[in-house]
């Protein structure tokens, strides 16, 4: 840095720790330290933080005496979004504002938070930031809409396999009698498609109906048995390029479940992100990490859950298209063009079966699903 910055940093830096001991002296900040919420407290002119309360050190990961140094946009890489409102409220536009903001932090994980920006009327040279987390408000609202999305799927892929299954028969065997009755052999060509294809929409709804054919076979499963044998089979499909990392809580205990539709769950989306690394694959820097977890005190389909399994399946691919990245559950939605879109509705469905939930964040680089299922205890 050249000496005149430099100076000019210093006379800066002096002038900023000046200005926060004459807000200090003014009295308002032991009323700010006792509040649960995150506070912020911002120079409007340089947006320079003057205080931050306990909870702000908490959620920052910073010491007070840190982001006394800091800039707003220091503090966040896509602090601009806010800037605008912050100028609103230091140039007397408004009183205060409410909004909800995702702020991103280099090496975290976005903060999703209802803010609050407050004018000063005692100080007007500040701005006053209050931040609400809003992590278990949208991650409820996020619940419900694949719930009531599953039970609306469930009741139409039914009614839609019956009603496919039903008359597929009959144009199978209506081919088949076709066939016996032609004389000439090429033409059994066109018979035999049409048995080919039958055959395969066969399949497609038989697929469709398998979670409600077999009873729920339930007993004591360690989902570990149930990850090396996912781990095994898919390391048989993709031999080589691709790496499939353990990362596992020997701690987490037994869950009671039909181990057979937990292992095909865990087949399908480990299978997906197997599928979609095929380019890193063939580059050789493939990499597939099973994590599990106990988490304590979550609720999952509106019900407390002492302890839950925290297991995630984590992609270093090229993430899910945006275009579907909201209804990857949905039956006959694929990102692939030789997909089924059968895989993770499926895999919802065995989750759901247990009590649990599966949820999805993906962006170009990473892919991270995450099954969560209660525990015994």
Known sequence: MAPKKLNKQIDDDANHLQSIEQLSASGLFPGL????????????????????????????ELSRKQLQ??????????????????DAIADNRFQ??????????????????????????????????????????????REERILDLSSVNKQLIRNLAHEIKNPLGGIRGAAQLLEFELEQP????????????????????????????????VGDVNIHEVCERVRAVILAEFPRGLEIERNYDVSVPDLRGDKEQL???????????????????????????????????????????????????IDNGPGIPELIRDRIFYPLVSGREDGSGLGLTL???????????????????????????????
Request: proline letters at 4%; hydrophobic letters at 45%.
């Open 347 to 377: 895999a919802q469905t065995f989750v759901q079966q247990h009590g649990g939930l599966i949820e999805c964040d993906s962006r170009p680089g990473h892919t991270e699903f995450q099954i969560l299922l209660p525990l015994n205890g």
């Open 96 to 141: 205060a504002t409410h909004l909800d903001a995702a702020l991103e932090r280099p090496g975290h994980e976005p903060l999703h938070v209802h803010v609050v920006v407050g004018f000063f009327e005692v100080q007007p040279d500040y701005v006053l930031i209050e931040l609400f987390e809003n992590q278990q408000k949208l991650r409820t609202d």
């Open 263 to 313: 292992i095909q769950a865990l087949l399908n989306i480990v299978r997906n992100a197997a599928e979609a690394l095929r380019e890193r694959i063939a580059q050789g820097d493939a990499r597939i990490e099973i994590r599990t977890r106990v988490a304590r005190k979550v609720t999952i389909s509106k019900k407390l859950c002492k302890l839950a399994l925290d297991l995630r399946v």
């Open 33 to 60: 330290e006792v509040l649960p919420t995150v506070v912020l407290v911002l120079d409007k002119r340089t947006l320079r933080v003057a205080f931050a309360n306990a909870a702000a050190e908490s959620m920052l």
């Open 186 to 217: 090429e033409l059994r060509e066109y018979t035999q498609v049409i048995i080919k294809e039958s055959d395969r929409l066969q399949t497609l709804v038989d697929r469709l109906l398998e979670p409600h054919r077999h009873p729920h076979i």
């Open 69 to 86: 140094l800091l800039r707003w946009e220091d503090l966040f890489t896509n602090a601009d979004d806010l800037v605008a409102t912050i």
